[in-house]
């Protein structure tokens, strides 16, 4: 069973820096193409960025592009969302979460989660 634990989130102030981490178990990081995820009160789950397996290909949203990093470390089993310049609006419940296969209209198909870990940025 693939399980997902995220952590590095905290209260920062804006222009700050954060490092969130996922390390997987049941599996490896590498088997999987990873992805983060946020969700914020009424709002619904917004994509971040992804991290392809094996190529190591990285995809990000406009929200996090050019401020955002999603790198793996396979030794690890963890792969982490390094964000800088953190703003009021990046205050969300930060997930990670692993694709093996893509659906029928090719978009990868997350089928585990974590938990989350809470990202809180006052001005």
């Known amino acids: 069973q693939v399980r997902l634990l995220e952590s590095g989130g905290g209260l920062v102030q804006a222009g700050d820096s954060l490092r969130l981490s996922c390390v997987v178990s049941?599996?490896?990081?590498?088997?999987?193409?990873m992805g983060w995820f946020r969700q914020s009160p009424g709002k619904e789950r917004e994509f971040l960025a992804h991290i392809r397996r094996s190529t190591n290909l990285a995809y990000y949203a406009d929200s996090v592009k050019g401020r955002s990093t999603i790198t793996r470390d396979a030794a690890k089993k963890t792969v982490y969302l390094q964000m800088n310049s953190l703003k009021p609006e990046d205050t969300a419940v930060y997930y990670c979460?692993?694709?093996?296969?893509?659906?029928?209209?090719?978009?990868?198909?997350?089928?585990?989660w974590g938990q989350g870990t809470q990202v809180t940025v006052s001005s």
């Open positions: 049941g599996g490896t990081s590498s088997s999987y193409t």
């Open positions: 979460a692993a694709s093996s296969r893509r659906d029928q209209s090719g978009r990868d198909r997350y089928d585990y």
